[in-house]
């Protein structure tokens, strides 16, 4: 694998935004860490264009296009609009020595462009099949970019790597219901809804909806067992990349159990990681089986 060049502006530049797992930690290899923050710093701005300030619908629509344009233009060694250059001149250096799959990049903005549509139309999913589809775009890329970074291309290794990363997007879905809901932004599908009797008046902040809980519950139960199911990945990823993916997994299943905890009325109040959960997640990574 090839080395990126030293001077490369991503080592310099924080990760500022609330993150529960970690990103470009000190966990990760040195050598692909400027790597792993221009695809952080990619995804976290295009986040930021569909989801942050008070741009209308079309102009976030516009943005995402715009973004979508300098991807392509930096993939085909063209010039790029110039808006974007803290994010954009990092990674054509990145594309160009990682060889990154471009899809797998684009697929995101497709993620936060649905976003945008499905707030601004109030649309619901249908049915958990039509949600995990949605986690193929706005997840699953990062697993497998990193997975490219680290030489790794089996089978197995990106299906478990689909795994853990549709159940750590689940699991950011069902940890943030009190901020989503008010938003408009209604992730528990409508066919999870209706088999649970569950109305949208049962998941509004002053609710103590016995239905919402059992909802909330069953989503939890099925996250886990899906990450679960990815975990074996980090026990076959060697040295500080298989840590670094243990302490992912174990931040998502801490998160969970921070869920039960609050009875799954995470319509009410949203679980949070904090320093005194760090050494649980050691002592459970060391311990991953």
């Known amino acids: ?47 930021d264009l569909a989801d942050e300030g008070d741009a209308s619908v ?60 499905y707030t601004a139309a109030q649309r619901r999913y249908r049915d958990d099949a039509e949600l995990l589809d949605y986690c193929t775009r706005s997840a699953n890329p990062v697993g497998r970019l990193l997975l490219h970074l680290y030489g790794i291309h089996d089978a197995l290794s990106l299906a478990q790597s689909d795994q853990i990363c549709s159940a750590l997007q689940l699991i950011n879905f069902w ?15 409508q066919q999870a809804m209706a088999a649970h009797g569950v109305q949208d008046a049962d998941l509004q902040p002053g609710s103590h909806s016995d239905s919402a809980t059992r909802l909330i519950s069953a989503y939890a ?8 199911a990815g975990a074996p990945l980090a026990r076959r990823i060697p040295g500080r990349a298989g840590w670094e993916l243990r302490l992912v997994v174990q931040g998502g299943l801490r998160i969970l159990d921070k869920i ?19 050494p649980v997640m050691l002592w459970r990574a060391l311990w991953m089986r």
């Open 1 to 47: 694998m090839n080395k990126p060049p030293a001077n490369t502006p991503t080592a310099s530049i924080p990760v500022d935004h609330y993150e529960n797992f970690p990103v470009a930690s000190w966990l990760c290899p040195p050598r692909l860490r400027p790597a792993i923050a221009a695809i952080y710093h990619f995804a976290r701005t295009a986040d």
């Open 58 to 117: 079309a102009q976030r629509l516009d943005a995402l296009a715009q973004y979508r344009a300098d991807l392509l233009a930096i993939a085909g060694e063209q010039a790029h609009s110039s808006q974007w250059p803290q994010v954009f001149e990092p990674l054509r250096e990145v594309l160009r020595t990682f060889k990154l799959p471009v899809p797998l990049l684009a697929d995101l903005l497709d993620a936060f462009a649905q976003d945008v549509r």
């Open 175 to 189: 940890q943030d219901v009190s901020t989503d809901v008010p938003r408009g932004r209604w992730y528990p599908s």
């Open 221 to 228: 139960q099925s996250a886990r067992a899906l990450i679960q």
């Open 260 to 278: 039960e905890a609050l009875n799954f009325a995470t319509w009410r109040k949203r679980p949070k990681l904090t320093a005194w959960d760090m």
